[in-house]
């Protein structure tokens, strides 16, 4: 296992910033620049890259270690409980993604570590795509949970579309506290990326009708619970294809993603409609397969994938 040991006059701070990386040469400094002002350390779980990925942050003098990727509930859970720091927060954050200087503003001025009343703070994302900033279409704000106390929250233990869970009391962080995600770095990243997770939320919808996930889907919830509601609740019980089309024209004509210009075209047809055409299409041919044989020999024997890794559930880190 290959490993950097961290600074020891940072072991004590009251936040750790926690990254994921694999083959992130591409993604990485961006990430780290943006990460410039915040005096916080950082830690690198790696899954084994085979590019520059480790030779950027031994160049940059960042700490990592590397553990063998199952998928990302179970390596975000691993990271938080191997963290070689002692601080009681911490922020969980994709190489993909970068802080705007919102962000580093509010976590340098307004996050306060000692106030009791909150326990996790939620942040906006903002999805750049093609260089511009999708801000119509109900995309922005979509709020993710991030930053949170260490011993109160982890990641649920879904394969796909999972999201941190905290027991405790969360709040929004203030306006323009964004975080910015860069989605793929071309078109061709793009599609290919979304037709493997089409396998991954097809198979996991299946799963779903038992469990759910630990995030509760409630309309009267926080943001991040609310999501929940409207797809299990409304869109996983709309009938298969139709919903795709009814959300495509949700979201670009009631949403207003038409006014996202030539990118928003591209991106809320391809991520709102193609996708969730591919992932009922799926949906329907796994379960047509089901009528002759049980859901892992279809899926082991369509995709190559083991029903057990979307079966096993890591422990919650307590």
């Known amino acids: 296992m290959g490993s950097r040991l961290p600074k020891s006059d940072l072991m ?24 410039a002002g915040v005096n916080a350390p950082i830690f690198v779980v790696d899954s084994y890259s085979q590019d520059r ?10 700490p990592y270690t590397q553990h063998a990727f199952k998928n990302y509930a179970a390596q975000r859970n691993w990271a938080q409980s191997n963290l070689p720091y002692e601080g009681e927060w911490v922020l969980h954050l994709d190489a993909g993604e970068r802080l705007t200087p919102g962000m580093v503003t509010w976590i340098n001025e307004s996050f306060d570590p000692v106030d009791k009343t909150v ?10 795509f093609l260089g511009r900033w999708i801000k119509h279409g109900g995309y922005h704000p979509i709020y993710h949970l991030r930053l949170y106390r260490r011993h109160l ?4 233990n879904k394969v796909y579309d999972q999201h941190f869970v905290v027991d ?4 929004k962080a203030g306006r323009g506290a964004d975080l910015e995600d860069g ?12 037709a493997r997770w089409a396998v991954f939320e097809a198979v996991e919808s299946i799963l779903s009708e038992e469990d759910p996930g630990e995030v509760k889907a409630r309309l009267t919830g926080n943001p991040i619970e609310r999501k929940r509601w409207l797809k299990s609740k409304v869109f996983q019980r709309s009938p298969l294809f139709l919903r795709s089309f009814l959300y495509l024209f949700h979201r670009y004509i009631i949403k207003l993603g038409f006014l996202d210009g030539k990118e928003g075209l591209i991106f809320h047809f ?5 996708f969730r055409f591919l992932v009922d299409s799926t949906i329907y041919e796994i379960k047509q397969e089901m009528k002759h044989r049980p859901l892992e020999a279809v899926v ?13 559930k890591e422990p919650a880190v307590v």
Request: hydrophobic share 45%; net charge negative.
């Open 168 to 171: 405790g009391n969360t709040a």
């Open 153 to 156: 929250g982890h990641c649920e």
């Open 300 to 312: 082991w024997d369509k995709y190559g994938l083991d029903v057990n890794v979307f079966l096993n």
């Open 270 to 274: 391809l991520q709102g409609f193609w």
């Open 12 to 35: 004590h701070h009251p936040l750790t910033i926690v990254i994921l990386t694999f083959n992130e040469e591409a993604n990485i400094e961006n990430l780290l620049d943006s990460l």
């Open 183 to 194: 989605v793929m770095s071309s078109l061709r990243d793009f599609t290919v990326s979304h």
């Open 119 to 128: 326990d996790g703070y939620m942040f906006a994302r903002r999805a750049i």
């Open 53 to 62: 990925t480790l030779e950027i942050l031994d160049r940059r003098g960042i």
